[in-house]
C-alpha cells in the first residue's frame, strides 16, 4: 500500500532534524516559487518481491550546502566544494529511504536499496516536478525542498 503522506511528513521532518540539524515544515505547492536557477536531484529506487519505487529529492544548491553543513557540523559558507552538498543529499535520501520503507511496510519485509544518484535539473524540470500529483512541498531553513515518492507494485 505505501505510506501515508502524515508518515513522510513526520518522517523526514524527524529525519532532517536528526541528521542535519534543521527544521523543516510541509508546506502547499502554492506557496513555493517556481522559479529556481538549477537544483539538485537526489534518488533512490527500492524493490523487494512486490514492490518497487523509488524516493527523490529535489533542492536548490543552497538547501543542499544547508543539509551538509548540519551533517558535517559546519557553516554553510563552509561547503566549498559542491561534491561535499551533493554527498551529504545523497546520504539524506539514502537515509530517509530505508527508514521510510521499514516505517511502510515493516521490518521483515526485505527490499534491495540502490545506491543513490544525483542530477542537476535546470528551472523547466523544478516546475514541472512541483507541479506533479502527489509531490510534497517542505520548507527548510526558509528554502523549498520537494519530496517525490513513486510506487510501482
Do not use: Y
Request: glycine share 8%.
Amino acid at each position: 500500500m505505501g505510506p501515508t503522506i502524515v508518515q513522510i511528513e513526520e518522517l523526514f521532518v524527524r529525519i532532517l532534524e536528526n541528521q542535519g540539524f534543521l527544521f523543516g515544515e510541509l508546506i502547499d505547492s502554492d506557496e513555493v516559487e517556481s522559479g529556481v536557477e538549477s537544483a539538485i536531484r537526489v534518488q533512490i529506487e527500492f524493490t523487494s518481491d512486490t514492490e518497487k519505487g523509488s524516493i527523490s529529492l529535489i533542492a536548490p544548491h543552497s538547501v543542499a550546502c544547508e543539509i551538509a553543513a548540519g551533517m558535517l557540523g559546519l557553516d554553510p559558507e563552509d561547503i566549498e566544494d559542491e561534491n561535499e552538498a551533493i554527498d551529504s543529499f545523497k546520504e539524506l535520501v539514502n537515509v530517509t529511504g530505508g527508514n521510510l520503507i521499514t516505517e511502510a511496510w515493516g521490518a521483515e519485509k526485505i527490499f534491495d536499496l540502490s545506491i543513490p544518484t544525483s542530477t542537476t535539473i535546470d528551472n523547466a524540470e523544478w516546475v514541472k516536478v512541483l507541479k506533479t500529483e502527489g509531490v510534497l512541498c517542505f520548507l527548510v531553513e526558509d528554502e523549498p525542498l520537494l519530496f517525490s515518492l513513486s510506487l510501482n507494485s
